[in-house]
């Protein structure tokens, strides 16, 4: 495999430290392309070892957190992200709905607080929230909060106001995906560019709210695409808090519905590559459990994943059963994690 890499040309000064003076010359990148793409090439037992090694030093590798997902606002995105099942353009069955009641949305949270969640995440099918919007979802924020739950929401792209009303607001994660290597991105997405996630990540950073940024893997990307995803979350400054690793659902009636299987092994071994690269990072093995068996799930747990989602849904495909998540930790010795303050704190 090719190790002449260049890493792309994304402006990434907002997502900076603000107490680097602006004349200062730019930090040197972390990683480079090649660097992550060399850690991809190690012999697979040595590659989870080092992932080990890092994690132990950092985690106690028997405890895994739990987050649990809502669709507060499905279907009929403007969009056209091609693996998404929420697309208008995608020809998948889901059906759009308005934003949810914040009794509903109440009533989610308190379930996946019983169930053992410690982090509830709403997602909204939109490419960004409008202003209408706002208070809705700022009184969600306010409400799973006063239940004792971690609050994460995941609305499209954000204006720096608008990150701030939810910071106010208490909100403790943004999610917004950074999803593939620049050099793939636009054989996906053509709605958005990457630069608009990139600039949504820095609003999200200014604004102190902890950053929850990933990717999806199995889109038909290379094993040097995925070494650039990688990288690019990496390089982030600082790396995100919570780390995605999604693998892709192939929802018919989507453009990526076809696309071929990734090897179960190179699934792992992104896993272990992304936490090798950020120490600190929960690192989440996201969606595509339930097309997984229970060897591979332990594999990525080994590997360095310490979250999932947890509950019987994702946004609009199926992820695997609590009850068989908790006969899976009980078999592998696992403990669900107590809530926990953010890896590092936001600039
Ligand atoms: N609309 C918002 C956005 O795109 O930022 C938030 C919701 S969107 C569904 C959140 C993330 O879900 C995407 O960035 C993508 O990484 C992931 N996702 C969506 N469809 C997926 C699929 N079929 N398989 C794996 N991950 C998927
Ligand atoms: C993320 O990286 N994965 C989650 C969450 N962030 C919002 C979403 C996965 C969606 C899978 C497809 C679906 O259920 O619609
Ligand atoms: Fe819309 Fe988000 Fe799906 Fe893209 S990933 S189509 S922005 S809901």
């Known amino acids: 495999m090719t190790t002449a890499a260049t890493i792309a040309t994304i402006d990434v000064s907002s997502l900076r430290r603000t107490s ?11 990683w480079s392309v090649a660097d992550v793409a060399a850690l991809y090439e190690l012999p697979f037992m040595d590659l989870l070892f080092q992932a ?3 994690h132990r030093a950092h985690f106690d590798a028997s405890e895994v957190q739990l987050s649990t997902l809502l669709s507060i606002k499905t279907g009929g995105c403007a969009e056209d992200c091609g693996y998404c099942p929420q697309a208008a353009s995608a020809d998948s069955g889901v059906e759009a709905t308005k934003l949810m009641p914040l009794n509903e949305v109440m009533a989610a949270a308190q379930a996946a607080r019983d169930q053992g969640a410690t982090r509830f995440c709403m997602g909204a099918a939109w490419r960004s929230p409008k202003e209408r919007d706002m208070d809705c979802v700022t009184e969600m924020v306010r409400g799973v909060r006063s239940l004792g739950l971690e609050t994460c929401m995941t609305l499209g792209m954000l204006q720096a106001s608008q990150a701030q009303a939810l910071k106010d607001a208490g909100l403790d994660y943004y999610n917004h995906n950074l999803d593939s290597a620049p050099e793939f991105y636009g054989s996906v997405i053509t709605t ?16 102190g709210i902890n950053v929850c940024c990933g990717g999806i893997v199995g889109m038909g990307e290379s094993r040097l695409e995925r070494a650039g995803l990688i990288a690019q979350l990496a ?5 995100p808090e919570s780390v995605p690793i999604n693998n892709l659902v192939p929802v018919p009636g989507t453009p990526l519905a076809d696309t071929p299987l990734l090897d179960p092994f190179e699934f792992v071994r992104t896993i272990a590559v992304a936490r090798i690269t950020m120490p600190l990072a929960m690192v989440r093995l996201s ?39 908790r006969q899976l930790f009980d078999r592998l010795g696992i403990k669900a994690q107590g809530a926990r303050p953010a890896a590092h704190p936001a600039p």
């Open 20 to 30: 680097v003076p602006s004349n200062a010359p730019p930090a040197p990148l972390r």
């Open 52 to 54: 080990q090694q890092v």
């Open 192 to 207: 958005r560019t990457y630069q608009d996630r990139l600039d949504t990540l820095g609003h999200v950073r200014q604004a």
């Open 235 to 239: 390089n982030l400054e600082p790396y």
């Open 287 to 325: 969606a595509g459990r339930e097309q997984m068996d229970e060897s591979q799930q332990a594999l990525c747990l080994l590997a360095g994943a310490n979250s999932i989602f947890y509950g019987d849904k994702l946004l609009t495909t199926s992820n695997p059963q609590a009850d068989r998540d």
